[in-house]
């Protein structure tokens, strides 16, 4: 193992200043997916921050809405009160990622800055433009079943997995960092995540120096707390990533959809919402054969690579089921 430095700091300035001394200097909170990541020997880091004492333990209202600690576990997210009140889809979502083990441990903040995934990614022995820019890409003419339709580049076809940032996706959830030199930064959580393009290596936004402090949900979007769902498609029920998931919500007057909102995990190397199909929802009495078309239109410019080309035709259905749960169609 590469040998690193750890420091623990209660002091989150001195600790952002030093996140800018060294290039691979990282900071730590939970370590769910850096740890195993630095055994798997495909991550080196020189510096480890933790983060844990950190001022960024409360969940609390904020706005009209609810602020989420970037230092929360996602268990204590997904127990908590008004999340399930307000917010049922993001609790929803987290109890079916990981295990109890993994979501006791790993933070808010850390499930936004997880990587995106692939097997191949984590064997040093295969090519990989993210772990090794430029050394090619083994899962294009490989193992791809879990990997990406949809925003992929010809460098890049991993998939993004949170189950919680679809949520936080669907809800249009902010995400509040804290900039090197202290000031505080919003970013909206659909601009969070970066697709590969030329540059996969990249997988966020956040540059050395920046800090997750908080994810905010809106007050705007409590109103779909009567109508979601979050619907995760797998190839085991328990301890695996999904092939295709949507967070989905809905608001209705007088049998007419008069909001909608899905955003998927695994079929897109960040959570993928697409507003134009959103849009087709709008007035429209629920059917099976509306939701379909929506579904389809979702994947219109999708590809598939082999092993995962079956997504395409399983996403419309996901949306199918999804949907028709939460307007009462079955
Ligand atoms: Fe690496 Fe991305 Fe190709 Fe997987 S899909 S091997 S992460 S470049």
Not at 241 to 254: D, G, R, Y
Not at 285 to 303: M, Q, T, W
Request: hydrophobic content about 40%.
């Amino acid at each position: 193992m590469h040998p690193f430095k750890y420091i623990r700091t209660e002091d989150a300035a001195s600790a952002i200043a030093k996140h800018t001394e060294a290039e691979k200097t990282q900071f730590i909170a939970g370590g769910t997916n850096l740890v195993d990541r630095i055994r798997r020997d495909v991550f080196h880091p020189d510096v480890l921050i933790d983060i844990n004492k950190f001022p960024y333990h409360k969940i609390e209202e904020h706005q009209g809405g609810l602020r989420l600690g970037a230092l929360v576990s996602n268990s204590d997210t997904a127990d908590h009160k008004a999340v399930k009140k307000n917010y049922p889809i993001v609790s929803e979502a987290i109890l079916l990622g990981a295990t109890d083990q993994l979501r006791n441990k790993a933070t808010n903040g850390g499930n936004l800055m997880q990587r995106t995934r692939c097997s191949y990614y984590m064997s040093p022995k295969f090519p990989c433009n993210k772990r090794e820019p430029g050394s090619g890409c083994a899962a294009i003419h490989g193992h791809n079943r879990i990997l990406s339709i949809l925003g992929t580049s010809e460098n890049c076809i991993a998939s993004f997995p949170s189950d919680m940032c679809a949520s936080l996706t669907a809800l249009e959830a902010k995400v509040n960092i804290m900039d090197i030199d202290g000031s505080e930064i919003v970013i909206p959580i659909e601009e969070f995540h970066a697709l590969p393009g030329d540059t996969p290596e990249i997988d966020n936004v956040l540059k050395p120096g920046q800090l997750i402090t908080s994810i905010d949900l809106p007050a705007s979007t409590k109103t779909f707390a009567k109508r979601s769902t979050y619907l995760k498609v797998r190839d085991r029920h328990s301890y695996a990533f999904a092939l295709v998931s949507v967070a989905a919500a809905v608001t209705m007057e007088a049998g007419v959809i008069t909001d909608a909102r899905m955003a998927f995990g695994s079929i897109a190397p960040k959570p993928w919402r697409d507003k134009e199909a959103e849009k087709m929802f709008i007035g429209q009495a629920p059917s099976k054969a509306l939701f379909k078309k929506i579904g389809e239109k979702v994947v219109e410019n999708a590809k598939g690579y082999g092993g995962n080309s079956f997504k395409i035709e399983l996403v419309p259905r996901v949306v199918t089921r999804a949907f028709s749960e939460i307007t009462g169609l079955i």
